[in-house]
Nanobody
Framework: QVQLVESGGGLVQPGGSLTLSCVAS????????IGWFRQAPGKEREGVAC????????FYTDSVNGRFTISRHNANNTAFLQMDSLKPEDTAVYYC????????????????WGQGIQVTVSS
């Protein structure tokens, strides 16, 4: 059974940093693109970042480009989302997800999802 478990969320002040982790079990991370999504209160879930399986290239939505960095450590079956210069509008539940083939932000292409973790940016 495939499981994805996020960790590293919490409360941080504006301008601060957090690193989210996503540990996979039940399959090998190497061959799958990994996406991070988020859902803010009252809003639809949106794609934040995706890292390819071929060359570890990262893709980012405009609102986080330059502030967030996605990475992966295949040997530990773990993916990361480094979040810097956090803003109150980054407050959301963050989800990691895995899919075959190539990076996209199309959610129904992702068969595997974590349970989500809360990130709150507030002073």
């Amino acid at each position: 059974q495939v499981q994805l478990v996020e960790s590293g969320g919490g409360l941080v002040q504006p301008g601060g940093s957090l690193t989210l982790s996503c540990v996979a079990s039940g399959l090998t991370l190497d061959y799958y693109p990994i996406g991070w999504f988020r859902q803010a209160p009252g809003k639809e879930r949106e794609g934040v970042a995706c890292i390819s399986s071929r060359n570890n290239r990262g893709f980012y939505t405009d609102s986080v480009n330059g502030r967030f960095t996605i990475s992966r450590h295949n040997a530990n079956n773990t993916a990361f989302l480094q979040m810097d210069s956090l803003k109150p509008e980054d407050t959301a539940v963050y989800y990691c997800a895995m899919k075959p083939h190539t990076c996209t932000f199309i959610q129904n292409e992702y068969p595997y999802w974590g349970q989500g973790i809360q990130v709150t940016v507030s002073s």
